[in-house]
């Protein structure tokens, strides 16, 4: 009896497609995955994550600046976020004397916390499906696409308007999801007086660095501390010394239990922006052209850069943060390129697409797909040049400065600019048609021998490079943008209906709206990955395997002396580090915390391993990883190393 049951669960088991980790859902429909999270380990309910009436975890969640997560860990308005998200702030606090980013930093008392101006987080008050009074009035026989695109704007406009009466800090967006087949609302809480608590030094913040950035095994303990604060009445307030501790509605309660493989868990933040649902022909040129181009000419001023950083500390100091920033995506571009052929999405999404097709003979959905390959055969040898144009003369600081936006002149070395200005310039000329550059850059091109020529001159004379960069600024802006916005106006349009016909296509199929950086959670479990074959990643790293990285004569992996002086007392050995999970995630959940089936914190997401990043178009439950500082990592160096544990004091612990 016993035997035929499981027998039968077994079989059961076989026929159940194993549903993959893939989706970023809304937190205010996850009632609809909640029998799925719950039969996958969760032990929470939907109004336990989401709630307009009590408190959930929603409201321990921010929007960190304009590009990151932070979550609230204490009643009195601790936050937590990455170290890369809170870095530029950081930076801004350090100088000579107070190398903040070198030794890291940790207030002894709040009155040492250091405010940020410029730095909001946003609370999510609400959202809710406002589709129909975002097309209220639209009359689609009567109406063309400009008619509805201005009464969709007015009728958000009046809406956002509305959302934002009632309070102090209030701010709405509308957002259009499945390419606008659907409309939210969304209603912030925004706070404006953040104040920095605690920073690792970047020797463990950043630790790996661009050597480790997208990598396992990860060691980097990628966090740093802030806090929130209010008015007296705990409203958003300006800067002030009267401020007090943000209350929260909700913190998270911390647990020190630990992962191990197969722990169910789930992320709560913002991630940026995906492309799950696009055709094979925008597949491709991203696999075969963009990603190639974009690697190959960043390859070239990374290592431009390099060789000067290798040169002098002080010209490294001045370029870290610029390497890092071209470094991520072009590693990023790697994997993806990558990724995208292993999985063979081009042809598999030809495939889908042949199949669609021929589904949609006879409906309003017939010939979509080669639609939308003629407005891509149209649209991508102009979005190439843009690209190329961002990629290669707007990088250049020379021409940046002399188009009016401001380069820092303390991180500013010159032979570097002059040398990325000879092979950018070199390169934009080399790969587009003459059609796509202004006559300002071909007339001072003839006017000179050689690109070294046109070089020196336009480094010495201020005139002649504010004709280079106002000729190029004037060209893409006005010429290619309204083109290229026209053109991808008609893309989104075919979206709409291609996505409503994906929808009916596959009915049985659960889809999630792209990611366009509001409030997700992806949910999935602790797992390690096969990157090639023969090899298996476990998904824990510990203290260890810092210090078998550790070497003084690496820059990117010479650990602070007192790290290994706590390692050399003993015990430490199994210190975890940095785990991987199955969540979905991309560029925006940096910072967000990685929650455990009773929503305790267990740790907080900042990166993905390279060979998944394809995730952004397609997920692969085999080899899509995000990784995650390990909680505990955070609070054995705030107290190891930081001396702050002192803000434990503050923290609910779950165990
Ligand atoms: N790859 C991570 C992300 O996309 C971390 C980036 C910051 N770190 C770095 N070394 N560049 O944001
Ligand atoms: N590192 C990314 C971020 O900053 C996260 C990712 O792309 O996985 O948001």
């Not at 509805?148 to 259009?176: H, P, T, W, Y």
């Not at 943000?246 to 995906?274: H, N, Q």
């Not at 390129?337 to 097709?357: C, D, H, T």
Request: a negative charge.
């Amino acid at each position: 009896m016993k035997k035929s049951f499981l027998l039968a669960a077994l079989l059961f088991a076989a026929l159940e497609p194993l549903k993959a980790d893939e989706g970023m859902w809304l937190p205010a429909l996850i009632s609809q995955r909640i029998g799925d999270m719950q039969a996958k380990g969760l032990q929470l309910s939907a109004e336990d994550i989401y709630s307009v009436n009590q408190a959930s975890l929603k409201d321990a969640v921010v929007l960190f600046g304009r590009g990151c997560t932070g979550e609230l860990v204490s009643d009195e308005g601790l936050l937590f976020t990455n170290h890369h998200c809170g870095y530029g702030f950081i930076q801004r606090h350090s100088s000579v004397e107070h190398d903040y980013l070198k030794d890291g930093f940790w207030a002894m008392n709040r009155s040492q916390e250091l405010p940020n101006p410029g730095l909001t987080v946003r609370f999510l008050e609400r959202m809710e499906d406002v589709t129909a009074a975002v097309l209220k009035g639209y009359k689609p026989a009567k109406m063309n696409e400009e008619q509805r695109q201005a009464l969709i704007k007015k009728n958000s406009d009046k809406l956002k308007a509305d959302a934002v009466k009632e309070g102090k800090g209030l701010r709405a967006s509308v957002e259009a999801l499945y390419y606008g087949n659907q409309y939210f609302l969304f209603v912030f809480r925004e706070y404006s007086d953040v104040r920095l608590v605690g920073a690792p030094p970047s020797s463990i913040g950043k630790f790996g660095g661009e050597t480790d950035n997208w990598m396992w095994p990860r060691h980097t303990g990628d966090f740093s501390i802030f806090r929130i604060y209010a008015g007296q009445d705990n409203m958003p307030a300006e800067y002030s010394e009267t401020n007090v501790p943000y209350r929260p509605k909700k913190s998270l309660k911390i647990s020190r239990a630990g992962v191990k493989e197969g722990d169910f868990t789930f992320v709560y933040g913002c991630p940026g922006s995906t492309q799950e649902y696009i055709h094979s022909e925008a597949v491709r040129y991203i696999q075969d052209i963009s990603d190639p181009e974009k690697i190959a000419l960043r390859t070239t001023r990374l290592n431009l850069m390099k060789k000067h950083m290798d040169q002098s500390q002080a010209v490294r100091i001045q370029y870290s943060s610029k390497y890092a920033g071209v470094a991520n995506a072009w590693k990023k571009w790697q994997g993806e390129e990558k990724g995208l052929r292993k999985n063979k999405v081009v042809p598999v999404k030809q495939a889908y697409e042949k199949r669609f097709a021929e589904w949609a003979v006879g409906t309003r959905y017939e010939g979509i797909t080669d639609r939308l390959a003629l407005l891509y055969a149209a649209y991508n040898p102009i979005y190439r040049s843009y690209e190329y144009y961002n990629e290669t003369v707007r990088a250049v600081e020379k021409i940046q400065m002399a188009s009016g936006r401001p380069v820092a002149q303390k991180d500013y070395y010159r032979p570097i600019d002059e040398e990325i200005f000879v092979a950018m310039v070199s390169a934009f000329d080399k790969a587009l048609d003459d059609s796509y550059k202004p006559e300002s850059f071909l007339r001072q091109r003839a006017a000179f021998a050689s690109v070294e020529a046109w070089k020196d001159a336009v480094f010495a004379d201020d005139a002649l490079a504010k004709e280079l960069a106002e000729g190029l600024d004037a060209y893409y802006t006005q010429v290619l943008t309204p083109q290229l916005r026209e053109l991808s106006s008609a893309i989104t349009l075919t979206y709409r209906d291609y996505m409503q016909g994906q929808m009916e296509f596959e009915s049985g199929r659960d889809f999630y709206p792209d990611a366009n950086l509001t409030l997700r959670v992806a949910y999935g479990k602790v797992a390690g990955y096969r990157p090639v074959d023969a090899v298996w990643y476990n998904p824990v790293s510990t203290l260890r395997g810092i210090i078998e990285k550790d070497n003084p004569d690496i820059f990117d992996y010479n650990i602070p002396q007192v790290l290994r002086d706590i390692y050399a007392r003993g015990g430490f050995e199994e210190q975890p580090v940095c785990f991987l999970a199955t969540n979905h995630t991309t560029g925006g959940n940096s910072g967000s915390p990685v929650l455990n089936a009773k929503g305790e914190l267990i740790g907080i997401n900042f990166d993905r391993v390279w060979e998944g990043t394809m995730s952004d178009l397609v997920y692969d439950p085999e080899i899509c990883r995000n990784i995650s500082l390990d909680v505990r990592y955070l609070l054995f160096v705030i107290k190891e190393v930081g001396n702050a544990a002192y803000l434990f004091d503050e923290m609910n612990f779950a165990d």
